[in-house]
């Protein structure tokens, strides 16, 4: 799994992780039994689903020097744009996921010409597509969750393959299949290149605007796919869904080691990312801590999630110096 996943001779700040994702398993099973149940470590992974497809996207834009806030909205947007597309059109699932992806794919042209046309400072041009495509997801059916009768879209996001939910497989599936491509193909190294130095990038032959395009269209399409199957986990597509998803998306990834700054990062980070911010938020409902101090505790995992990034980068600098002074 590791070699698939990333350059892994497993650096120190993934063995610390390792062991913060053991120590919360302990601390929370000492306070509720059942946090160690094979229902609830599935639970655990199918909870996050969601949050692991954005994760994936981020990663790849924030190593490329980028950065989404718009998903939470469009995986709001495209749940109930689904539901409508089923219930009220009856159009048969494969081709309402179609549709789907092929929106997402759209926001992520859009996403990438506010940034690289325009020159929009990625925050700002993503917060124009967030506001935007939530007022798009209340529009839609006036405010109002939109059933979903079809058996078919519902099982996709429902069923089980030997226990595990299809959301579990089709995540583990795509975390393999991204990190090979982030870690072993020439457009992956690129994404660090860009990430790193864009001017140097281009110097090379590099084309950024390219490679962020790449990029969003990426995250585009997962959250459009986050949004289906939400929806068909849930029965309904709801234009409230996902609020501040981008945000638990953005912490797993700098949490699993991703630099802010861009350049730096892998997507086995990543996933430990993802199951340490999960089984921290089931741990906090688990035990019964009161919803308002759930938020404070995700606020504060994110400070430390960006703390432990300055430490990092704060190394790296301090190498790169070492090794400078060496060749002198």
């Not at 048969?92 to 020159?119: D, Q, Y």
Request: aromatic share 10%; charged share 10%; glycine share 12%.
């Amino acid at each position: 799994m590791r070699e698939l996943l990333g350059n892994f001779k497993i650096p120190g700040d993934k063995i610390v992780l390792t062991l913060a994702l053991v120590l919360i398993f302990v601390f929370f099973s000492m306070l509720n039994i059942n946090f160690i149940s094979t229902t609830n470590i599935i639970n655990i992974l199918l909870a996050a689903s969601l949050t692991g497809l954005v994760a994936i996207g981020m990663t790849y834009l924030i190593i490329g020097g980028h950065i989404d806030l718009s998903a939470g909205a469009i995986v709001a947007f495209s749940g109930v744009l689904a539901g409508i597309l089923s219930t009220n059109f009856a159009m048969p699932f494969p081709l309402v996921l179609v549709i789907i992806l092929l929106t997402g794919a759209g926001v992520g042209v859009f996403n990438t010409i506010m940034v690289t046309k325009i020159e929009l400072n990625p925050f700002i041009a993503t917060l124009v597509t967030q506001s935007i495509f939530r007022g798009f997801a209340y529009i839609l059916n006036d405010g109002r969750a939109i059933p979903i009768r079809d058996s078919a879209f519902t099982g996709f996001g429902t069923t089980r393959w030997w226990g595990i939910p299809i959301p579990v497989i089709l995540l583990v599936a795509l975390f393999i299949i991204f990190g090979v491509v982030l870690a072993k193909t020439t457009f992956g190294r690129n994404v660090y290149v860009v990430g790193g130095n864009k001017e140097a990038a281009r110097l090379a032959g590099l084309n950024p605007n390219r490679i962020a395009l790449k990029n969003y269209v990426i995250t585009g399409v997962l959250c459009a796919l986050g949004g289906v199957i939400l929806a068909a986990r849930m029965g309904s597509g709801q234009p409230a869904a996902s609020m501040g998803l981008e945000f638990d998306a953005i912490t797993a990834v700098i949490l699993g080691g991703v630099s802010f700054a861009g350049g730096v990062g892998s997507m086995f980070g990543t996933v430990l990312g993802v199951l340490i911010l999960q089984s921290f938020n089931t741990g906090l409902i688990m035990v019964n801590v009161p919803t308002f101090w759930q938020f404070v505790a995700r606020g504060v995992l994110l400070l430390l999630a960006l703390s432990f990034d300055f430490i990092r980068k704060k190394a790296r600098e301090k190498k790169v110096l070492e090794d400078s002074m060496k060749k002198v």
